[in-house]
């Protein structure tokens, strides 16, 4: 099992930038791979970012493809998602899921992660 806790989420101007963190702790950090979904008020949580549980290239929601970078750093148990041109449809809490990755892992599907945070909410005003 793994414990994870988000931050820095906060409130933006659109076109205003933010930097989510994920630390986590219990499992080996570098055997899950690591995905970001956002849930906004009334709507179903969807997919943002993953990446696998080695780092290179991330995976990302078409919609927010050049504008959101995903990274970790294994050695800090952290993983990141750098989010740029921020718009008011990104109003949303962000949640960081972790999957252990012993096999082929279907990065975009919540229901390949076991581990979820607690959430921070990011508003973009307008």
């Known amino acids: 099992q793994v414990q994870l806790v988000e931050s820095g989420g906060g409130v933006v101007q659109a076109g205003g930038s933010l930097r989510l963190s994920c630390v986590a702790s219990g499992r080996t950090f570098n055997t899950s791979a690591m995905g970001w979904f956002r849930q906004a008020p009334g709507k179903e949580r969807e997919f943002v970012a993953a990446i696998h549980r080695s780092g290179g290239n991330g995976y990302y929601r078409d919609s927010m493809k050049g504008r959101f970078t995903i990274s970790r750093d294994n050695a800090k148990n952290t993983v990141y998602l750098e989010m740029n041109s921020l718009q008011p449809e990104d109003t949303a809490v962000y949640y960081c899921?972790?999957?252990?990755?012993?096999?082929?892992?279907?990065?975009?599907?919540?229901?390949?992660?076991?581990?979820w945070g607690q959430g921070t909410q990011v508003t973009v005003s307008s």
């Open positions: 899921a972790a999957a252990l990755e012993n096999g082929i892992v279907v990065l975009d599907r919540q229901e390949e992660y076991d581990d």
